[in-house]
């Protein structure tokens, strides 16, 4: 069964830093391309980041680019989000999400997720 | 990098049909048949619905359907029932291997 478990979440004053973490089981984590997720709480969901299988490829949505970096430890089987100079719009639930393709497939959907891990920015 | 739009609420009465649009661009959606839907109930993590445009996973009700023309997809429920009262999200491949993003959300209510 693929289990994604993040942690790391917490309450940072604007301007700090924090590092996500999600932990991986249940499938063969070098295949594949993982991702983060955000929603705020009420509202819809964000792409944030993804990274390829063998993190030769990684991509942030716009309004993150230069705060936020995505990496991946094949031996610890995990996935990272670094991210600094925080901001309070940056408040959000953060949830890990598996690519369903391996990296020879062509699909581009999500077919497991995480719980999420609480994110707050807030003085 | 604009979020997909889809309408913020529909509603219809159990075993009525409801169609959720979801537009984008020609560097999305229209460029691409790589739009995905995701149904998410309160406090859960969301779940896949339909891939690739209008393919089910296993698993998922036939009642629900996707299509797509141009740059804009649609998901539609049909024989609408209670427990398909949730937020619905349409998702696109944006390109550069990696690249995704989601539209703003609809919720569904069954009356």
């Known amino acids: 069964e693929v289990q994604l478990v993040e942690s790391g979440g917490g309450l940072v004053q604007p301007g700090g830093s924090l590092r996500l973490s999600c932990a991986a089981s249940?499938?063969?984590?070098?295949?594949?391309?993982i991702h983060w997720v955000r929603q705020v709480p009420g509202r819809g969901l964000e792409w944030v980041s993804g990274?390829?299988?063998?993190?030769?490829?990684?991509g942030y949505v716009d309004s993150v680019k230069g705060r936020f970096t995505i990496s991946r430890d094949s031996a610890k089987k995990s996935l990272y989000l670094q991210m600094n100079s925080l901001r309070p719009e940056d408040t959000a639930l953060y949830y890990c999400?598996?690519?369903?393709?391996?990296?020879?497939?062509?699909?581009?959907?999500?077919?497991?997720w995480g719980q999420g891990t609480l994110v707050t920015v807030s003085s | 990098q604009s979020a997909l739009t889809q309408p913020a609420s529909v509603s219809g009465s159990p075993g009525q049909s409801i169609t959720i649009s979801c537009t984008g661009t020609?560097?999305?959606?229209?460029?691409?048949?790589?739009v995905s839907w995701y149904q998410q109930h309160p406090g859960k993590a969301p779940k896949l619905m339909i891939y690739?445009?209008?393919t089910r996973p296993s698993g998922v009700s036939n009642r629900f359907s996707g299509s797509k023309s141009g740059n804009k997809a649609s998901l539609t429920i049909s024989g609408l029932q209670a427990e398909d009262e949730a937020d619905y999200y349409c998702?696109?491949?944006?390109?550069?291997?990696?690249?995704?993003?989601f539209g703003g959300g609809t919720k569904v209510t069954v009356l």
């Open positions: 999400a598996k690519f369903s393709g391996n990296y020879a497939s062509p699909e581009r959907h999500f077919d497991s």
């Open positions: 249940g499938f063969n984590f070098d295949d594949y391309a």
């Open positions: 990274i390829s299988w063998n993190s030769g490829n990684r």
């Open positions: 020609s560097s999305d959606v229209g460029n691409y048949n790589l």
């Open positions: 690739e445009v209008s």
């Open positions: 998702c696109s491949y944006a390109g550069s291997s990696i690249s995704m993003v």
